[in-house]
């Protein structure tokens, strides 16, 4: 909770949590900086690059969610990033850690969000699209020298934490099954596919709704956009809400965060339920 930053999500433990620095997200489609991603040079990290340089000596990792920041908002970001916080990883000895729960298995259009990069973790979480959200199941994946560092005939040395149900054998049947699916039906083909689709539906909505949406984005399997507020934005931001009623009504489930309005549908969705999806949308926003 303490490296996720202080937020609605956990602010009644705020008396309980670890002081942790806070730096801006990096956010492409509206930078904090008002600088183009074509032309930025990541200024972003640069509070980031500078605390890492002075306080190396006691940082042991960094960890964040690769290409899209996904609960914060949808917030899509360039793989310079990814590749400046690598590099700065290395020069001072610093564990990289990328949350992949909602990016891994192909949500992004690449099996692994940091696959948009010429970067490797040393740490990966997996979790969602692990069994497809059939059965609950998780992983955490370590590279050769983070394995390294607990492998020993020494049982003092060994990683002793787990849960009750680490390695339940029906939910990594399911996680087993699912990955099977994913390679040998080319789920990223049908991500591809998708892409294509989810950005002619939002370019539909926006030349619709010009002046009432903004920002919008698609990457893979993942569409977004905001809705013009007046109040602040951000995760209490109330004006996705009615848009959340009106499509329930239409049996149509969207979940917006704040005033950011999101699709992450399943990979093997049909035509059928894209185009009702668009026409339920178009409704919840006139
Ligand atoms: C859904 C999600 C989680 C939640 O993980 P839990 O193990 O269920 O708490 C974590 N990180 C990201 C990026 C997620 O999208």
């Known amino acids: 909770m303490s490296i996720g930053g202080k937020s609605p999500y956990n602010s009644v433990f705020e008396n309980l949590l670890l002081d942790s620095p806070e730096f801006i997200s990096p956010n492409c489609t509206n ?7 074509e032309s930025c040079s ?53 564990l990289l850690i990328l949350d992949e729960v909602f990016t891994g298995f192909g949500r992004t259009g690449k099996n692994f969000g940091y696959d948009h990069s010429g970067i490797k973790p040393d740490i990966i979480a997996v979790a969602k699209g692990l069994s497809g959200g059939v059965l ?21 040395k060994a990683f002793y934490h787990g849960h009750t149900m ?6 990594c049947a399911a996680g087993l099954a699912s990955i099977e699916l994913y390679n040998k039906e080319e789920r990223l083909k049908d991500v591809i596919s998708l892409e294509t689709k989810l950005k002619k539906m939002l ?9 009432k ?33 009106k499509c329930l009504e239409k049996k149509v ?22 185009d009702k999806i668009e026409t339920v949308l178009i409704n919840s926003l006139s």
Not at 31 to 37: A, E, G, R, T
């Open 203 to 211: 370019t539909r909505l926006l030349s619709k709704f010009p002046g």
């Open 253 to 274: 489930i969207v979940r917006p965060l704040g005033n950011t309005v999101y699709l992450t549908p399943p990979y093997i969705i049909t035509d059928a339920s894209l």
């Open 136 to 156: 609950p199941v998780a992983a955490t994946l370590v590279n050769e020298r983070v394995y390294d560092a607990f492998y020993s005939e020494d049982p003092t």
């Open 42 to 94: 990541e200024e972003c990290l640069g509070g980031l690059e500078i605390y890492t340089e002075q306080n190396a000596g006691i940082i042991a990792a960094i960890i964040l969610e690769p290409i899209i920041q996904g609960a914060g908002g949808m917030i899509f970001y360039k793989k310079e990033v990814l590749e400046k916080i690598r590099a700065l990883c290395d020069r001072n000895n610093i």
């Open 166 to 171: 680490t390695g339940n054998p029906s939910a």
């Open 213 to 245: 949406i903004y920002g919008t984005r698609v990457l893979g399997a993942v569409a977004a956009f905001e809705i013009h507020s007046d109040e602040k934005t951000g995760y209490m931001n109330p004006s996705g809400k009615s848009i959340k009623e």
């Open 31 to 37: 930078c904090p900086l008002q600088k183009k991603p």
